[in-house]
């Protein structure tokens, strides 16, 4: 599918050329332009739902920080909990303001099994304050549908990386770029809200990165999460390093310019960079997994 989207990057390629101090500039005045027009609120806290630490990925990804989670039983991501726990963290998470939960496994291959869209339902019905979406890998076009018809918001996913031969040096295996590009495209006809975005810092070109801004926008999505590669312990890639603040910075400026319909940009919950570059850009989703942790113990 890649190769068949021609997409012609030019002009965001030229907004490359642009010194840090004039895209940043650019980049925030989008984000205010599109929040006056758009009547949406100025900003979105998100958290994740873990439905289960299951995946089917194999061989598992390079890079993959949930191997390294369940290693730690690291406090924010609870794993494989049964469905009452899953519906009371829901309550939980929307207690503390949180606005939106993203429903997490590992890839479960293309059909979605039923028992997470039993899940996702029981979730959307019993606490309706969080607006629900879907992190679940690439799927087909009947598992959008199917979780449309329960009650889901939006699907969140990655396009991991904008390049094929990038994506596939960190994730051998389970679905493709291709396949996200395919699900983007079920999310739209199944009438769902798009998430989208991609990894920095993997050894991607400037030419990669304006194609994928180019590709995203394609999509029309209503919010972009353009992260930094982080390294962890104990994974094949704990010696990568990280991605580059600035570098992160610029590609966000530059899609935040390009995508100037799309309301929320979010970043990570890198200090370094939420310190130095978020609010230049106009970055105002943010992952609110540490708030959640603190206030669970
Ligand atoms: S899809 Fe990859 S990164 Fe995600 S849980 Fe599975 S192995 Fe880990």
Redesign the pocket.
Known sequence: MRETMGIDASETRSLFKEADDALFFAACEASQQVLSHAGVPASVKASPLILTGD?R?RP??R?????YFKAESYDSFVLDRPLSEIVDHAHYLADLGIDRAFTAT??MGYRLPNEYLDAVAAIHDAEPRLQLFGLF?ALDRQSHFDLASVGLAGMLTSLESPSDEVYRSF?PG?DSLDDRLRALEYTREAGMSIWTGFLVGLGETEDDAAWGIEAIARFEPESVSILPFVPFPDTPMANHPAADPLWLARVNAVARTRLDRTPYFFSDHDQKFDRLYAERIGINGSYETGIAARARS
Do not use: A, D
């Not at 890079?63 to 191997?67: I, Q, T």
């Open positions: 995946c990925t598992i990804c890079h993959c920080k949930w191997e590992g890839w890998g994730r389970g």
